[in-house]
């Protein structure tokens, strides 16, 4: 891994807010348990649909190793959710495949929600483990990053281009 200090981008969606906030709360212990050095930063946005651009925009900065992004997308009866969540996930995707800069998605899109104790209190926990696993991702692609910058292919590359 890298000595260097991570700097994290933490996008969480204000619907349910109660529940999304735990994925924030998940990651940054699993980074604490792992001994990484991070910065996080924590952006709000209203709901899932605004994260893809927040990303790219933070991303385009360059002053993050990757975005984080956290919703909890749900049938209201309203909207389709899966067209949603199918948008967010693509236009998370745009953002890094345009900046080169990682983002992650604890984005949860379930069949059956509803804001009872029951749901709320499995989701909050659930929300706290896909917050630790996003950190380990976060993790592992710094790493790959890190050996990719000193691997000597790397040198081979730019004497070839």
Do not use: N
């Not at 994925?23 to 946005?45: P, Q, S």
């Not at 890094?96 to 209190?121: C, K, R, W």
């Amino acid at each position: 891994m890298t000595d260097k200090t991570l700097k994290i981008a933490f996008i969480k969606a204000r619907w349910h807010a109660e529940i999304v906030d735990q994925a924030l709360v998940g990651f940054e212990a699993r980074l604490t348990e792992a001994g990484t050095r991070a910065e996080t930063d924590a952006y709000d946005v209203p709901g899932a649909f605004e994260m893809p651009l927040l990303a790219r925009k933070l991303a385009q900065t360059g002053r993050y190793d990757g975005i984080v992004c956290a919703a909890l997308v749900v049938d209201g009866g309203i909207y389709r959710h899966d067209f949603v969540a199918a948008a967010v996930v693509d236009g998370l995707m745009r953002a890094q495949m345009d900046t080169g800069v990682p983002v992650f998605s604890v984005s949860l899109t379930p069949h059956h929600f509803q804001p009872t104790a029951e749901h709320v209190g499995f989701f909050r926990e659930h929300f706290v483990k896909k917050g630790a696993e996003a950190a380990d991702a976060v993790l592992m692609v710094a790493d790959t990053e890190s050996r990719l910058a000193e691997s000597p292919l790397r040198e081979l590359r730019s004497v070839m281009s």
